[in-house]
Structure formats: structure tokens, C-alpha cells
């Protein structure tokens, strides 16, 4: 009931960010009325590979271990641009938030009977990418056993932004488990930038939607932030359930004659 009830008021909260005349026809699909512009990069992917339905994911916020070194995530419009103090001291809005979310889709991961689990190093300014504390290294063992590796971020604001789509991992053929978040938050080409570091190690990064506008003005209300957070969660879980293949039925019980 409570699993329910989380998304049907993710499903009104989607609602409610549509204008009155736009909510009579359907998003286009280059925007999304919850987390904004979707990307509209060249396809060149298409994921065919099935994925057990036993299959471990792994969730990991991104730029975890990256504050205070290179990449630490955007700051957010509201910052960057307009001022606003930080959510949290110390580090980029940006993770505050992947953390948040990430957070949320594990724990309603899980209510759904999902293998799903979550890593955050703790330590936030790793220098070197491939030290084993951080979500590449964790990443890239966990993929290597047959495990799914997702890292969650949210997108720079203003044209160094692309909008929300997943980036794939560059070591295998893309999976049903790709293309299920892909076709819920958009794609993004297989060698974006010439293949970032955590798909060259086997890591799935979805970018949630650019920190601007009314997603960023949503986050950032006390009386919404919850609300638009497990929004978002709701919808990657569901995308995750699509994408792995159905469990064996249990056999029927037969009486012996």
C-alpha cells in the first residue's frame, strides 16, 4: 500500500508541473515535465541484450569522491548564477542531490524486491579515478562479476548541459536494461566527449535533468523536495523492473491422482 501510495503521488506530481493547456497533449519528447529538457543527441545504440532478472544492480551517486579535485559536478543555476547559498556545505549541489536520489530509488528498489544496493566512498576528494574506494573502481569490479553499475548525476545548467538521458557503458553491447532507462529519461551517443570514465569502465551514468529551471526550483522547495525526489526515484525504479527479464513463474502444484 505504501509502495502505492509513493506512486500515484509521483505520477500527480509529474501532473502538476504541466501547464493546464499543455496537460491536454502529450510532452514532447525532447521535454519532460518533471525533469525538464531530455537529450536530443544522435542515437546510436539500441539495447538488445536480456538481463537476468537476479541481477545485482549497483547505485552509486556521482562525484561522490570527486569534491575539492577536478569534477566535482555543476553547481546548479541556482548558485552558479543567481546567488543561492549551497544546499550543503562543502560540496557541489550537484552531489547533494545525486545522493539524495540515488538514496531513494535503492530503498524503493529494494520494496520492489529488487537485488539493488548502494556505495558512497565517504571520503569526498579522492585525487586518482581508478583508487579502490571510488564509484569507477567499485563500479568497474562490480560490472566485471556480471553486476549492473549505475551512477546518478544531474546535468550542468545552461548550454554546457545536455538534458536527461542515460550514457551507456563502453565494454559490452548495450542491454534491455539500458534501453528500458533510455526510453524513460532519453539517450545519450555511446562515445559522448570520447567516452567518459566511468562507461569506460563498465558504469551506466544517467543524467536525471539539467540543475535549472523548474526541476532545480522544485528540489530546492522545502514543501516539494521529497516529493520530487522520490518522483524521480519512482520512475528510475519502474524503468529498472522493465528492464530485466520476467522471474521464472513457480511451478503449479499438481494432486496426485
Do not use: C
Not at 36 to 44: I, K, Q, T
Not at 79 to 87: E, T, Y
Request: charged share 20%; glycine share 12%.
Amino acid at each position: 500500500m505504501r509502495q502505492r501510495s509513493r506512486a500515484l503521488l509521483a505520477l500527480l506530481f509529474s501532473a502538476a508541473l504541466v501547464a493546464p493547456a499543455a496537460a491536454q497533449a502529450p510532452a514532447p519528447s525532447s521535454w519532460d515535465p518533471l525533469t525538464g529538457p531530455r537529450s536530443r543527441l544522435a542515437r546510436d545504440w539500441v539495447g538488445t541484450q536480456p538481463v537476468p532478472h537476479d541481477t545485482e544492480i549497483l547505485v552509486m551517486p556521482g562525484h561522490a569522491d570527486s569534491q575539492g579535485v577536478a569534477g566535482p559536478g555543476t553547481s546548479g543555476e541556482a548558485v552558479g548564477r543567481r546567488g543561492a547559498r549551497p544546499m550543503q556545505p562543502g560540496i557541489s549541489d550537484e552531489l547533494h542531490w545525486n545522493l539524495l536520489t540515488a538514496q531513494a530509488i535503492v530503498r524503493l528498489g529494494q520494496e520492489r524486491g529488487l537485488r539493488i544496493r548502494y556505495y558512497d566512498p565517504e571520503v569526498r576528494n579522492i585525487a586518482h579515478g581508478d583508487d579502490p574506494r571510488t564509484t569507477w573502481s567499485v563500479g568497474r569490479m562490480h560490472a566485471a562479476a556480471g553486476g549492473y553499475a549505475l551512477e546518478i548525476h544531474y546535468d550542468a545548467y545552461g548550454p554546457d548541459g545536455v538534458g536527461s538521458g542515460l550514457i551507456v557503458p563502453l565494454n559490452r553491447e548495450p542491454s534491455r536494461l539500458d534501453e528500458s532507462l533510455a526510453q524513460e529519461f532519453g539517450n545519450y551517443p555511446r562515445n559522448f566527449r570520447g567516452g567518459l570514465g566511468g562507461p569506460r569502465r563498465g558504469v551506466a551514468i544517467l543524467e536525471i535533468g539539467k540543475l535549472e529551471g523548474q526541476l532545480e526550483r522544485s528540489l530546492r522547495d522545502p514543501a516539494r523536495s521529497a516529493l520530487v525526489v522520490n518522483a524521480i526515484a519512482v520512475r528510475v525504479v519502474q524503468a529498472l523492473v522493465r528492464g530485466l527479464e520476467p522471474p521464472p513463474a513457480a511451478p503449479v502444484a499438481t494432486l496426485a491422482p
